[in-house]
């Protein structure tokens, strides 16, 4: 089926999310003939697609509803067992279909209005659940940013799955990893040199499931409207305390800021000193935090030292 560039309402991309979210990423007609025209607006534009046939079918007749092995029919082809309604009734075999989230159809259509270095090739990793499109530009910055499409960050699991992968596969500059789950099943994990955004938070309205540029420009400058009492982005240039934006240049300083504030926001909110510099590849030049940040509007605001000691105050 041909990818229609046709708009995706909000019902459709709800829709999508969800299935998203799970882990195989698929869903029975059955399922959809309940969500009125949003599973045909995803079928209709060639991003919810059917796997295959069924192999199995819950028994209708005298087989304990249990799951039974079935076989093709001889003459319509359609599969079944033998006195199962599946080879009398096309209406209800149609219903028996399995349909999955065409992952690749899905992730084209949200890059579609960046300049992807690899968009029309992009790398796949962990069975398809993540998407690399290479870098793009973005309005208002000057370096090109990474991009990931990715979905089931939400399963149970699938978070570390990714940061492994992300160990393995690092980002020389910010990447920016945009997630198809519901953005409420997101945790608030941190993880060094990426920046995660729900799809819904950056959709082009007018498209219905393509990101805006200018509204990602934008989502890296503010943070996400929940943020908590800190955010930091993923590369530790942007610190928002209570409400207070805070933006650091120096590589030294956006590596402590971001090894600070990923601290607090897993609850650990003092850390050594020591560590920090260290982290900070400041070397024996810099012995102190306030030597670090002396002259910053953040420093004794809500970057703090005391004794061999440092934190952010939230």
């Keep these: 089926m041909t990818c229609s560039s046709s708009r995706i309402?909000?019902?459709?991309?709800?829709?999508?999310?969800?299935?998203?979210?799970?882990?195989?990423?698929?869903?029975?007609?059955?399922?959809?003939?309940?969500?009125?025209?949003?599973?045909?607006?995803?079928?209709?534009?060639?991003?919810?697609?059917?796997?295959?046939?069924?192999?199995?079918?819950?028994?209708?007749?005298?087989?304990d509803d249990t799951p039974t092995s079935v076989i093709a029919h001889p003459i319509t082809g359609q599969?079944?067992?033998?006195?199962?309604?599946?080879?009398?009734?096309?209406?209800?075999?149609?219903?028996?279909?399995?349909?999955?989230?065409?992952?690749?159809?899905?992730a084209r259509r949200v890059v579609a209005r960046l300049d992807c270095s690899l968009g029309k090739d992009?790398?796949?990793?962990?069975?398809?659940?993540?998407?690399?499109?290479?870098?793009?530009?973005?309005?208002?910055r000057t370096a090109r940013v990474g991009i990931w499409v990715?979905?089931?960050l939400s399963v149970s699991g699938a978070f570390d799955q990714f940061r492994q992968l992300a160990v393995r596969r690092p980002?020389?500059?910010?990447?920016?990893?945009?997630?198809?789950?519901?953005?409420?099943r997101l945790c608030r994990s941190t993880l060094k040199g990426h920046e995660f955004v729900p799809l819904e938070d950056v959709v082009d309205h007018e498209d219905g499931i393509a990101a805006n540029p200018e509204i990602l420009s934008a989502r890296l400058l503010t943070g996400p409207s929940d943020q908590g009492p800190v955010w930091v982005s993923g590369d530790g240039a942007i610190l928002i305390v209570h409400g207070e934006r805070f933006e650091f240049k120096g590589t030294k300083q956006k590596a402590a800021v971001l090894m600070m504030a990923e601290a607090f926001?897993?609850?650990?909110?003092r850390l050594s000193t020591d560590a920090v510099l260290e982290a900070a590849a400041c070397g024996r030049t810099v012995r102190?935090?306030?030597?670090?940040?002396?002259?910053?509007?953040?420093?004794?605001?809500?970057?703090?030292?005391?004794?061999?000691?440092?934190?952010?105050?939230?």
């Design 122 to 140: 992009p790398v796949p990793y962990l069975d398809g659940a993540v998407l690399d499109f290479g870098t793009a530009r973005l309005p208002n």
């Design 9 to 63: 309402d909000i019902a459709a991309r709800q829709l999508l999310s969800s299935i998203a979210g799970t882990r195989n990423a698929r869903v029975s007609a059955m399922a959809l003939a309940h969500m009125r025209g949003a599973g045909k607006t995803l079928m209709d534009t060639g991003l919810l697609v059917q796997r295959g046939s069924a192999m199995s079918v819950v028994a209708e007749d005298d087989l």
């Design 171 to 184: 980002s020389e500059g910010l990447r920016l990893v945009i997630s198809l789950d519901p953005a409420e």
């Design 79 to 106: 599969h079944g067992h033998l006195g199962n309604a599946a080879w009398h009734d096309e209406q209800a075999s149609a219903r028996r279909r399995v349909y999955a989230l065409d992952m690749g159809a899905v």
């Design 150 to 152: 990715v979905r089931r």
């Design 288 to 314: 102190r935090l306030s030597e670090l940040f002396k002259g910053h509007p953040a420093w004794k605001r809500v970057i703090f030292e005391s004794g061999a000691s440092c934190w952010i105050e939230g």
């Design 265 to 269: 926001i897993a609850g650990e909110h």
